[in-house]
């Protein structure tokens, strides 16, 4: 794919590093002369200093060849205007822009649902943008399910279907420390396949050989009703949490919030946390020291306890009895602090803990801390630009622990090598590995085994590593 980004920050690097190890063609640009030179240092691309709002930069850099356009530049006006051109001009290019307008970005959803509805004819997308990322809520959405899966880990769901991938710690003397993965099933009577293995800061594919050890960290796939069982067999346990703090009231405690007062309708999720909504034992207790803020959720959510309080007082936490709750989700918009918060009401009793961080790298960090489960403000938006980027046939991407794996979904096309095929046929260990199969025309997916047999139409979830995740996508879903 020949792929134009305009920005070159944080996002704008990393996504262009990704695409570029999947050999794709990409030209980056941005109006900062320090930006655009710390970036061709990192970068084996074209990277161009100038304004990407204009035109005539983008003709000259080739955007009547490209397949797509990013804009992820710091001014969101930037990047809806630089989409907004480019449609007028070349409206069959995919375009993608990040917004941090909440506003922006919700007036955007509820406009395209109302042409969606009440409009039959041939449209363009609004502002020319395929794709509106918004950072807050892709954040939100995925600590919203982590805490749908019991806070575990770092928890991926797919769509219609209850099972996930968990993330889940091997400790020392458990049932699964020291057994092979062909000899796991003599210990445990439970569908499920280990997708990846942790090992001193190293990700890989396992094989039946692999076998595990105290102090791996397992990526486990298995049916929500079942994480509790897997947990065991780890050394650990899946806790009730019916009492959740949630500190920060801001846009995306906000989100959350919302999100976890839903009500019933998440019943049906099949997960733990879902029946103690639907059961209405949840309860929520949201901190914020801004006077303004905490009015404000106080307003917008009367079912939960809202308090204007320092929520690193541990007086005020001994007194309110935060100190005894199943779950603090630490959300505010300085990263640094919930990291070291997180870790914090953990010591002072707090079953679990989530925090938001800035990347990938200080989850790691905030996990080293002892934090459950970090999730990456950044990250969660270079996966979901990901996603829109891979085709049609490629429905959702997810990256792995620091990124050497990618767990993705896809449905398999008339040109596929692999239509007709069993897994036996087509396996090769190391390279990838096929995780579930839902066939055309049903809603369920199913975990896959060697015996499994694809045919178009068919979806099907892999995890392969990042660098080859092209390669084999091609191999998977065909030509577009």
Do not use: W
């Amino acid at each position: 794919m020949r792929i134009v980004i305009v920005g070159a920050g944080f996002t704008g690097v990393q996504l262009a590093k990704l695409l570029i190890s999947e050999k794709n063609q990409v030209t980056l640009i941005d109006n900062n002369e320090v930006t655009t030179r710390h970036a061709s240092n990192q970068l084996d691309c074209t990277v161009m200093c100038a304004d990407g709002n204009n035109l005539e930069t983008l003709e000259e850099v080739g955007i009547a060849k490209a397949d797509a356009l990013i804009c992820v530049t710091a001014s969101d006006e930037v990047n809806m205007i630089t989409c907004s051109l480019v449609d007028a001009v070349y409206p069959d290019i995919l375009k993608i822009a990040r917004v941090r307008n909440y506003a922006y970005y919700v007036n955007t959803t509820q406009a395209e649902k109302k042409q969606i509805t009440g409009f039959t004819g041939k449209r363009r997308p609004l502002y020319g943008i395929n794709y509106m990322i918004h950072p807050d809520v892709e954040a939100a959405e995925a600590i919203v399910q982590a805490v749908e899966n019991g806070a575990v880990g770092n928890v991926i769901s797919f769509d219609n279907s209850d099972l996930v991938i968990a993330r889940i710690a091997v400790e020392e003397k458990s049932a699964f420390d020291g057994i092979s993965l062909k000899n796991i099933r003599t210990k445990i009577d439970v569908q499920f396949l280990v997708a990846y293995v942790e090992q001193e800061g190293i990700t890989s594919l396992p094989s039946g050989d692999t076998v595990l050890q105290a102090g791996n960290t397992l990526g486990v796939l298995i049916s929500k009703k079942e994480v509790s069982k897997i947990m065991e067999f780890c050394g650990s346990e899946q806790k009730v949490l019916k009492k959740v703090a949630l500190i920060g009231a801001g846009r995306i405690g906000s989100i959350i919030a919302e999100k976890l007062l839903e009500g019933e309708k998440a019943a049906h999720q099949g997960s733990l946390f879902a029946r103690i909504k639907a059961r209405h034992e949840l309860n929520l207790v949201i901190i914020d020291s801004d006077e303004e803020r905490a009015r404000a959720a106080a307003e917008k959510f009367p079912e939960a306890r809202v308090l204007c309080a320092d929520a690193s007082d541990e007086n005020f936490l001994n007194e309110e009895g935060i100190t005894d709750f199943d779950l603090a989700i630490c959300s505010t918009h300085n990263h640094e602090l919930n990291m070291v918060l997180a870790a914090y009401l953990e010591s002072l009793g707090v079953g679990q803990s989530i925090s938001l961080v800035t990347s990938g790298p200080f989850g790691t960090i905030a996990e080293k801390l002892g934090v459950d489960v970090a999730i990456p403000l950044r990250d969660c938006v270079v996966d979901s630009i990901i996603s829109h980027l891979r085709g049609k046939s490629v429905k959702e991407v997810h990256t792995v622990t620091t990124g050497e794996l990618e767990i993705v979904e896809c449905e398999i096309t008339a040109s596929s090598k692999v239509s007709g095929k069993s897994l036996f046929e087509i396996s090769d260990p190391g390279s990838f590995l096929v995780l579930l199969n839902r066939k055309a025309g049903t809603n369920e997916y199913a975990i896959a085994n060697g015996n499994t047999q694809i045919y178009p139409g068919d979806h099907v979830v892999l995890i392969t590593q990042s660098e080859n995740s092209k390669k084999i996508l091609s191999y998977f879903a065909g030509k577009e």
